[in-house]
């Protein structure tokens, strides 16, 4: 293994790639000198079986089953998928459907548990030292763990552990940017679990196969970047800090790969593809849990912040818990939000239903003030190119609005709608305040099930033609039976005709002369 400088590293700005973006109000100091503090059980914990990119995992716990702290409820299902765990023990009361911390506010397969109190652990999963386990291992232990990523993406994280069988990897980079405005879940992580992110950093190499490993954080946490400096050290890896500018979208992985290596990601292409794959440091911090100690991801650090909260703070949740529980530990609000938020400013979900639970991905519940948020008041588009001169991506988000409001939705991904990272930037430079996000998000939903329905016709086609091709090869076979069962009862008759024939030509001379004896 190559071994990195140990000291951050603070590069000048013209060192760096740049890219386009905006630069928000961070506002991280209301909650950024909050310990993270551990919420009691709830009262109801509400598993969604939909907590990460892929299939949705498949539920082995029925009604009325009693089930212990670690103990899986919902199997992976699918090469993309994660299992789920529950967070704590007690007796499930409903494996069915409700409402989804998701801007649709559907109801999705949910398994609801009422906790008993006890917190007792089942059986946890097998410790391992990472120091003698080979990274199969190591990748199957976070795949049982149902680990996803934990900035938000929510992509299993054994997915990407397992990228090493596919792509000539030599560099990990370790996401700690959190350039959302408010957000502090990870810098209080990174402060306050700086040896045990290390260690998962370490693991997390050593099961890619990767030489180098970068630490990326923005420069507004100067507590994270100092003790992380320190704790540089896991394994047969010593890390580099990198301080990055604070700047927004700086978490997404394209963007952070481009700004510390120079390369840029092809369009639909993974960073893989360059040799690089990005975790987040929340994600470090539990595969170090799930090797070391055999947990699974049944909790999660959230912060809990916006003036209209009236006691901002980082909290370490059971994932399930419900949004108004956590709101109520934090005492409740100081004002009625003008607008409550699942995740940051910029790419949070509105949450329309306080009953809706902390999931895998959520990192953060944001209560806002009327001060805090844009008008409401909508404009037309006045091709003014803010959103234009903002995208991170080079795209034109006005036409691309333009389009979807024609309803040429096709015309729109021409254009390039599926690159769109949804990061909010346009949205948040428009002084229209025109909902471009919202538009997109429905744009991309309505595409994939444009091509949902289209590939099930085509599945539906495949089908058709593949029976008839069957059916066909059936007639086909029984004629060609029926052929030679009539050729075969041909040749025995032929056959018996041409021996009959034979016996009655052997005959005729023996009877002449019989014949001849009788006439003599």
Not at 161 to 175: E, F, G, Q, V
Not at 259 to 268: D, M, N, S
């Amino acid at each position: 293994m190559s071994l990195l400088p140990s000291l951050s590293t603070l590069l000048h700005p013209s060192q760096f790639f740049s890219f386009k973006g905006v630069h928000p109000d961070p506002r991280k100091y209301l909650s950024s000198e909050s310990e993270i503090e551990v919420m009691p059980v709830p009262t109801l914990i509400r598993l969604p079986l939909q907590q990460h990119i892929g299939a949705e995992a498949e539920p082995i716990v029925a009604r009325d089953d009693y089930v212990l702290k670690g103990q899986l409820v919902a199997k992976a299902r699918g090469p993309v998928s994660a299992n789920i765990h529950a967070p704590t023990s007690g007796r499930v009361i409903a494996v069915g459907h409700f409402i989804a911390p998701h801007p649709s506010g559907l109801p999705v397969p949910t398994i609801t548990i009422r906790p008993d109190g006890e917190d007792k652990w089942g059986p946890r999963l097998p410790r391992m030292r990472p120091e003698d386990a080979t990274p199969e291992e190591i990748s199957a232990q976070v795949a049982e763990a149902g680990i996803v990523g934990m900035g938000g993406a929510t992509f299993p994280s054994a997915v990407k552990l397992n990228l090493r069988a596919k792509y000539d990897l030599h560099t990990l980079i370790i996401n700690g940017a959190e350039c959302e405005p408010y957000l502090t879940c990870d810098d209080r992580l990174m402060r306050e679990r700086a040896e045990e992110i290390a260690d998962g950093i370490g693991i997390m190499g050593r099961a890619l196969g990767v030489k180098n490993i970068i630490v990326a954080i923005e420069s507004n946490k100067p507590q994270a970047i100092d003790v992380m400096s320190r704790y540089n050290r896991a394994l047969d890896y010593v890390f580099q800090v990198k301080v990055v500018p604070t700047q927004y979208p700086m978490g997404s992985e394209k963007h952070l790969v481009r700004i510390l290596t120079g390369k840029e990601t092809p369009a639909r292409a993974l960073t893989a593809d360059l040799g690089v794959v990005v975790h987040n440091v929340a994600t470090a911090h539990a595969v170090h849990n799930a090797v070391r100690y055999g947990e699974p991801l049944i909790s999660r650090i959230v912060t809990v912040s916006g003036r209209a909260a009236k006691r901002p703070a980082n909290v370490k949740v059971l994932i399930g818990t419900p949004v108004s529980e956590v709101i109520n530990h934090c005492g409740g609000f100081a004002e009625e939000p003008d607008r409550l938020l699942l995740g940051g400013p910029m790419m949070g979900q509105p949450i329309h239903n306080r009953r809706v639970p902390i999931v895998k991905g959520a990192n953060g519940i944001l209560a806002l003030s009327k001060a805090e948020t844009p008008g409401s008041d909508v404009m037309p588009c006045i091709r003014c190119g803010r959103c234009v001169q903002s995208c991170p991506v080079g795209l034109t988000p006005f036409e691309m609005n333009a389009r979807i409001q024609a309803d040429d939705l096709d015309g729109a991904a021409k254009i390039g709608l599926m690159d769109c990272l949804t990061c909010g930037c346009c949205a948040y430079t428009c002084p229209g305040n025109i909902p471009l996000v919202q538009t997109f998000h429905f744009a991309k939903g309505k595409l994939a099930e444009k091509q949902s329905r289209k590939h099930q016709a085509e599945e539906t086609k495949r089908l058709a033609e593949a029976r008839k091709a069957r059916e066909e090869a059936i007639a086909e076979a029984k004629r060609q039976m029926m052929l030679k069962r009539k050729a075969e009862m041909e040749a025995k008759k032929k056959a018996a005709a041409e021996k009959a024939a034979a016996e009655a030509a052997a005959a005729e001379p023996m009877a002449q002369q019989t014949q001849g004896e009788a006439n003599s």
